[in-house]
């Protein structure tokens, strides 16, 4: 068996995630891990699955991106096993005006940090931006970050927050 990345973009509709979903089960891949959503109308889904070579699942999937309206790509990847858990976990939240460089500066002072973004979701809706990232701190680094994160969010003119995530929710 292969471990594959694969990525669905295009138009969204209804069905898109049943209808990949439905081809690699009949090809007999097992969905290990996945993420899928909607962006300003368009679907965008990335998932990695154990299965057949890649030739074979590119070609069921070929079908579904016929029509033009999705781009569907897969990938092999070497599999890393079970990711262990390397820093303390923490969700950063940030609102305000939406203006250029606010996932950038954000970000920056967590990479500066030694701080790994694990997952990242922005939703802009009228002038209103909101960033919600699950971050990795290295231990004993909290505080500091914070008040980088207070720093930069104050120059940005936009609200943030740092607090422990509860890991039986994420």
Do not use: W
């Amino acid at each position: 068996m292969n471990e594959l990345a694969i990525t669905v973009i295009g138009r969204d509709r209804p069905g898109i995630v049943a209808d990949v979903a439905e081809v690699l089960a009949r090809l007999g891949a097992n969905l290990t891990d996945s993420t899928m959503t909607r962006l300003r109308g368009h679907f965008a889904m990335t998932l990695i699955c154990v299965g057949p070579a890649t030739a074979e699942v590119e070609a069921a999937l070929a079908p579904l991106a016929a029509d033009g309206q999705l781009l569907a790509t897969v990938r092999a990847v070497t599999p890393d096993g079970a990711t262990p858990l390397t820093g303390e976990p923490y969700v950063l939240a940030v609102h305000g005006a939406d203006r250029m460089g606010i996932v950038a500066a954000m970000t920056r002072v967590l990479a500066d940090a030694g701080g790994n973004v694990t997952d990242l979701s922005t939703r802009l809706t009228g002038s209103l931006y909101v960033v919600v990232a699950e971050v990795e701190l290295p231990p004993g680094s909290s505080d500091e970050v914070a008040g980088r994160l207070t720093r930069t969010a104050a120059e940005l003119g936009v609200g943030v927050s740092l607090r422990p995530a509860d890991p039986d929710l994420l």
